[in-house]
């Protein structure tokens, strides 16, 4: 079922991505190509190619009946959406950045707890945005209130607080559990490049400075770094 859950919240999130990013490629190209297309009709008529301009102007027009105004609204609601469940998908793997300086320099048993009572404060946080979301939603969907260019419900739009929320307060949940009961916390090397290659000379160096860098994330299981 988590894999279920894992692999849903990644195709989402690669949905909403690769659909605002078509929208605004659409919408940009559409903007620079009536204003191209606007200059190419002004440039045939003052050198008295009528023709040209008359197919340009034709070209203008059909390019004005897209009616693209909706566009931003739609990237807008679906970044909202995105930022909203790539957090929670933050959570699981571990790209969130925190400062851990502090509790890098405890004892195993101290930074146990410091970690569980984050992940735990995390959990009430989001908790408590998922349940206030859900009742103002609630409220939402009682206004009838709908978006200015696509009409679409507002509370619809305002769901992504509560079920964000939810899907995140979750994944805290669920890390503290897996961190209670094996020491372990999700990681994220935010230093990889793709076709580096870790053996090339120096990095072993670099790497081992980092390992014993109190500025490093570390878990309770890695026992180099408590060295």
Not at 29 to 48: I, K, S
Not at 213 to 226: A, F, G, H, N, Q
Request: with cysteine.
């Amino acid at each position: 079922m988590l894999r279920i859950l894992d692999r849903a919240e990644e195709v989402l999130i690669a949905t909403l991505i690769a659909t605002a990013t078509v929208l605004i490629f659409a919408s940009v190209t559409h903007r620079f190509a009536l204003g191209f297309v606007a200059d190419f009709v002004g440039f045939f008529r003052g050198h008295g190619m009528p023709g040209a301009a008359a197919a340009a102007k034709n070209a203008y027009l059909s390019l004005r009946s897209i009616n693209l105004v909706w566009a931003q609204e739609l990237t807008i609601i679906l970044f909202v959406w995105m930022a909203k469940f790539g957090a929670a998908y933050g959570v699981r793997t571990g790209i969130h950045v925190g400062i851990d300086v502090l509790i890098n320099r405890l004892e195993a048993p101290k930074r146990k707890f410091f970690i569980l009572f984050g992940l735990g404060a995390g959990a009430l946080f989001t908790g408590i945005i998922a349940v206030l979301g859900t009742n103002f939603v609630h409220h939402m969907y009682n206004a009838s209130s709908i978006s200015p260019d696509l009409e679409l419900p507002m509370w619809l739009v305002y769901l992504a607080i509560p079920m964000g929320s939810s899907l995140m307060c979750f994944r805290f949940l669920q890390v503290a559990v897996s961190f209670a009961r094996t020491g372990e916390l999700p990681h994220h090397d935010h230093g990889h490049v793709d076709g580096v290659d870790t053996e090339d000379e120096g990095i072993d160096t670099l790497g081992d400075v980092f390992l014993h860098s109190p500025l490093t994330p570390r878990d309770l299981v890695e026992k180099e770094k408590d060295k």
